[in-house]
C-alpha cells in the first residue's frame, strides 16, 4: 500500500504542507504511521480523507463542523443539516456581497457626475445610497396621491372633447389648484437638496423649490451656506432637518 509524505499529500491535493500539518493539530487529518524519525506517512485512505476535506473546505464549511461531520459514526445523520446550515450561511454571504456590489457600483456611477473630486463628494454620494428607499417612498406618495386627479384631468379633457362637457373640466381646475398647493407645501418639507459646492443640506423656499429646474435626481437651487446657484441633489429630509425648515 502507498504511503504518502506531508508534501506529497500536499501536492496531490493542491494545498499547503502547512494546512495538512494544520489539519494535524485539529486532528481531522492524523497520519496512519509515523517513522523512527517522526516523519509522518499517509495512507491512501489518509489520501480519500484529505480530499474529503479539502471538498468540504471548498464548500466552505469550517473545521469544526468538518470535524463534527468525520468524527461521527453515522455521518449521513448529520450531515443534511449541516450542508443545510452551510446553506444559510452562503446565500446570507452572497445577499452582502451583491448588496456591497451594488453599493460600489453606485458609488462609481455618482463619482462620474462629480465635477471636482473630494472626499466630501463621497459622503454625498453615500447619504444619497443609504437615502434612496426613504426618498423612492416619497416620491411614490405623491405620486399615488396624484393618480386620482390624472383621472379626473384626462376624463374631463375627452368627455369636453367628445361630448361638449366642459363643466367637468372646471371642477378638475378647482380641486387641481388647492391640491398642487398643498402637495408642493408637504413635498418641500419632505424633501432635503445637497449642495455640491460646500456639501451643507438645505431646504429650499417653497416658491423656490417648486420652480425651479430640476430633473429626477436635482433641482437647481440657491444655497443658503455659500450662496452657490446649480443643481443640487434631492434626498428625502431627516427629520431634524424637517424640524429647522
Not at 500536499?10 to 492524523?30: E, F
Not at 455640491?196 to 417648486?210: D, L, M, N, W, Y
Amino acid at each position: 500500500m502507498s504511503k504518502y509524505t506531508t508534501g506529497e499529500i500536499a501536492k496531490l491535493c493542491g494545498v499547503t504542507v502547512r494546512t495538512v500539518q494544520y489539519y494535524d493539530t485539529r486532528g481531522i487529518l492524523v497520519p496512519s504511521e509515523l517513522t523512527e524519525g517522526g516523519r509522518r506517512l499517509y495512507s491512501e485512505d489518509d489520501l480519500k480523507r484529505m480530499k474529503v476535506i479539502c471538498f468540504l473546505r471548498d464548500l466552505g464549511l469550517p473545521i469544526d463542523s468538518i470535524g463534527q461531520l468525520l468524527s461521527e459514526e453515522d455521518p449521513g445523520s448529520v450531515v443534511s443539516l449541516i450542508l443545510d446550515q452551510q446553506e444559510v450561511l452562503l446565500k446570507k454571504e452572497i445577499g452582502e456581497r451583491e448588496e456591497q456590489l451594488r453599493k460600489l457600483e453606485d458609488l462609481k456611477a455618482g463619482l462620474k457626475s462629480v465635477s471636482e473630486f473630494s472626499v466630501e463628494s463621497i459622503g454625498d454620494i453615500a447619504q444619497v445610497m443609504t437615502n434612496r428607499k426613504k426618498l423612492r417612498e416619497r416620491r411614490t406618495s405623491l405620486v399615488l396621491t396624484a393618480i386620482p386627479l390624472g383621472v379626473l384631468q384626462w376624463t374631463s379633457i375627452i368627455l369636453w372633447i367628445t361630448k361638449g362637457i366642459w363643466w367637468l373640466f372646471l371642477v378638475w381646475i378647482i380641486v387641481a389648484i388647492p391640491y398642487v398647493v398643498i402637495a408642493a407645501r408637504w413635498y418641500f418639507r419632505k424633501m432635503a437638496y445637497i449642495c455640491p459646492r460646500c456639501h451643507a443640506v438645505f431646504q429650499p423656499s417653497i416658491k423656490e423649490g417648486f420652480w425651479a429646474r430640476h430633473t429626477w435626481a436635482t433641482r437647481k437651487l440657491t444655497c443658503p451656506s455659500c450662496g452657490h446657484h446649480g443643481f443640487c441633489v434631492e434626498i428625502a429630509a431627516e427629520p431634524e432637518v424637517t424640524g429647522n425648515a
